[in-house]
């Protein structure tokens, strides 16, 4: 592992919790509560992580966070990602969560937040490392659920600083969440969305001028628009890049087919970003080395990288001053 990039202070905005679960703590959990998985063992399900596709790699994804039941095991999973993002020299982090695969199954939106809440804090005064939640709502639910999500949040709106919008893309566009954006704008909330990951860059433009996002999760799909990057560029909206997700989700063949370069090359304002590193092979510093490796980046491109993370991120000036 290049030193540079171990020793690099990182910015990690796009990572969803509920992707750092190891196979190691999903068995763990499910013999805390008595839950039977369909794999016999860890290796058997690190196995069925080969990927065609997003939607095969949601399918296992929610089968494995079924075994978060307590608040307990929300802290320990977040307690669990801290650690490694600690050890990776991961100095902030935006995380996302997502309420609805919680309370779909009968867990209350309330023990879901306060575990990670606490794990967070704790981060705070063990390590100095600062974060932001983002409670991400499922796109392949109906509206609806996702305004019944932000009613539940309403408690929790001091620990929540963003919403976000993921899960299946393709055929649940933006226009589909306009009024909950809406709402959650008027609620004082930031906001993101998932769009032009298997989607269109139509998704991408219609995030921004339909939902009014700030960042722009994945938006790799902005290669094939020129007009759009021209944009992009122009104002600095972020695209939080997740390098290894793209390769393991067949998004692109091989990483030195990978669009980060010309992204950068273009000006745009491209982070690095792990999104579900217990199941595409690698956290921060696998996936800035992917593409040191894979599309042959200098360290001053990486060093670029890390500043654009520092910049999309919803830290205030002051604390940015004494990140850089
Ligand atoms: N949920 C977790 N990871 C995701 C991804 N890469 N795309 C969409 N939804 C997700
Ligand atoms: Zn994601």
């Known amino acids: 592992m290049s030193a540079f990039i171990e020793q690099l202070p ?76 600690h050890s990776e020299h991961v100095r902030h982090t935006e995380i996302f969560f997502d309420p609805q695969a919680h309370t779909g199954r009968g867990v209350p939106f309330s023990v879901v937040v306060t575990g990670i809440h606490r794990a967070l804090e704790q981060a705070r005064y ?18 609806a659920s996702a305004i019944d999500t932000l009613r539940q949040a309403e408690p929790f709106h001091g620990w929540l600083t963003g919403v976000g919008l993921d899960s299946a893309e393709t055929g649940n566009p933006p226009d589909k969440f306009r009024r909950v954006y809406a709402m959650a704008r008027d609620q004082g909330y930031r906001l993101v969305a998932h769009a032009g990951e298997e989607g269109p860059p139509q998704y991408i433009r219609d995030a921004l001028e339909l939902l009014r996002v700030e960042r722009i999760d994945h938006g790799v799909a902005a290669i094939k628009d ?31 087919e990978h669009p980060m370069g010309e992204l950068l090359q273009a000006g745009l304002c491209v982070t690095v970003n792990s999104d579900d590193p217990a199941y595409f092979g690698g956290y921060m510093n696998a996936n800035y080395r992917a593409l040191q490796q894979g599309l042959g980046m200098s360290n001053s491109e990486l060093l670029q990288l890390a500043l654009n993370s520092v910049e999309a991120s919803w830290l205030s000036p002051e604390e940015k001053a004494l990140l850089n």
């Open 226 to 256: 020129p007009a759009l990057m021209a944009e992009l560029a122009e104002n600095r909206i972020p695209l939080t890049v997740c390098p290894l997700s793209n390769l393991k989700l067949k998004v692109v063949n091989t990483m030195a």
């Open 10 to 85: 990182k910015v990690e905005l796009h990572l969803h919790i509920e992707g750092s679960l190891e196979p190691e703590l999903v068995f763990a959990l499910a013999r805390r509560n008595g839950i039977t998985l369909d794999y016999a063992n860890e290796a058997a399900l690190k196995a069925a992580y080969e990927f065609d596709d997003l939607q095969s790699f949601l399918n296992i994804y929610y089968a494995g966070m079924s075994v978060l039941q307590t608040e307990q095991d929300f802290f320990d999973m977040t307690h669990a990602y801290l650690q490694r993002a």
């Open 126 to 143: 063990d390590w100095g490392m600062s974060s932001r939640l983002i409670m991400s709502f499922l796109r392949d639910l109906p509206e």
